[in-house]
């Protein structure tokens, strides 16, 4: 395309197909203690 | 829902529900405010679109191949509204929410407890002004947690995590390092039980740093997968909010230590992590300090404070942080192009390898997947909310006995909270923390707008700099 790039992303909505395992890390044990951030954080079957 | 940004001279496109970004021209962002008031089914209609642009009196523009903004023609409109047609149609852009029976099914499937925040130590050998635990003791009394008690949490822990295999506690206060003995005895005992349970512990320690030495430091570098150190950055600025109990500040003592700590763990899987608060309201000069003495893995975060401390964040101060957030996303563009990157945690995000839609929208688990639990053994729904005596769970001995107030917390998600609704952040913060919007609203379903305005800077940053990252990489190519 010669207007738009897109940024390769995780479809959402499919990814209602495979997800919810739980096995992921719990947000608050990172690193904040204070806020609740989940975007940063990976998944555990993708990586 | 679609979220339009223009930041560092970057214009970015955020399909909200399916995740997509796109580094658009001013032209497609121009052409997109026609959308807004489009039916779904007139999106697609492509002359209507382009005939409202033409008619529209807005003088388009688009780039030259130098850069240079020119005016857009006919053929050009036509062009951009065909390309942003393809993306509707491919299902990244204007998605629909289809999330919200999704997640009533999902929470419909047994609540199981799978992270721990064990308050090891009430007591503290500092006195940081902003502590929410009011110098280690939560409004309660010093004590230290006994490796009986600790070992009941772990059992409790291990019997109440059903299916999960990846356990995750983390040794808080306090000051853990004042209980260094029950740490390490613990983490023997956790070890211990993995095999038999088929559970993996994930031990984690935040410490103000004072008590390091080298026997802890090679300890934590077998056992924990994470240290978070604390720090709030430049000299002046720590010792005025991180005094010792004397009133000595705390920088001298523990910089030697958390530069010998990082580098032992080869600058990986550990946090320098500070707090800014209304006194530096100019943080990304303590970020940029942490920076500079080495560290990589920094995050420096607002201070949760009541309204009337004269150290909390107020509203007014918001555009000066929303300007701190663009310095740094710029400064730290710049020095990971000159070979000095560090990460900062709250611009750190994982686009395509992120965390599912569950996740995203279940909120931080507080109260059902995660709990504090205090030296004496009772349970909390989390660190924030130690000591509010309401918010009692149970404890170590009989499990969960509030089963009503944990389904509160369980049912509380991006559905329930008003705010969320209209909000392009949601799937990026999950609805925010608990705490933070019972303690500003009065309801965990509430919201704490000073944070959310926070938040939603944070999230723009982190998404311009992987957006500069591929232009940077294209351009190599």
Known sequence: MK??????????????????????????????????????????KIK | MVHRYLNNGYYIVLDVNSGSVHNVDKLVYDLLEIYEELSDENKLNQNLIVSKALNSGFKYEMSDDDGKLVPAGEEDIKEAVGEITELIKGGMLYTKDVYENAIEKFLEQPSLVKALCLHIAHDCNLRCKYCFAEEGEYHGRRCLMSYETGKKALDFLVANSGVRKNLEVD???????????????????????????NKRFRFTLTTNGTYLNDEIMEFANKEMSNLVLSIDGRKEVNDAMRPMAGGKGTYDIIVPKFIK?????????????????????????????LADLGFKQISVEPVVAPKDEAYALKEEDLPILLEQYDILAKEMLKRSKEGRAFNFFHFMIDLDGGPCVYKRLSGCGAGCEYLAVTPWGDLYPCHQFVGEEQFKLGD??????????????????????????????????????????????????????????????????AIMMKVAKMEEEENEE
């Open chain 1, 3 to 44: 207007h738009i790039k897109t940024v390769n992303t995780r479809d959402l909505k499919k990814s209602m197909a495979k997800g919810g395992c739980g096995e992921c890390q719990t947000s608050c044990q990172s690193a904040c203690k204070t806020s609740c951030t989940v975007g940063n954080q990976s998944c555990e």
């Open chain 2, 171 to 197: 040794f808080f206060g306090g000051e853990p390092l004042m209980n260094f003995k029950v740490v390490k005895d613990l983490v023997r005992y956790g070890r211990s039980i993995e095999k038999e349970n």
């Open chain 2, 261 to 289: 700590a990082a580098n032992s763990r080869d600058q990986m899987n550990y946090y320098v992590r500070g707090t800014y608060t209304h006194f530096n309201l100019d943080f990304s000069e303590d970020v940029l300090h």
């Open chain 2, 396 to 461: 170590v001995d009989n499990g969960i006995q509030k089963t009503e107030l944990s389904k509160q917390f369980r049912g509380s998600n991006v559905y329930t909270k008003e705010k969320c609704q209209n909000c392009f952040a949601k799937f990026y913060c999950s609805g925010g923390c608990a705490a933070n919007s019972y303690h500003f609203s009065g309801s965990i379903n509430g919201s704490y707008d000073v944070g959310c305005e926070l938040q939603k800077k944070r999230i723009e940053c």
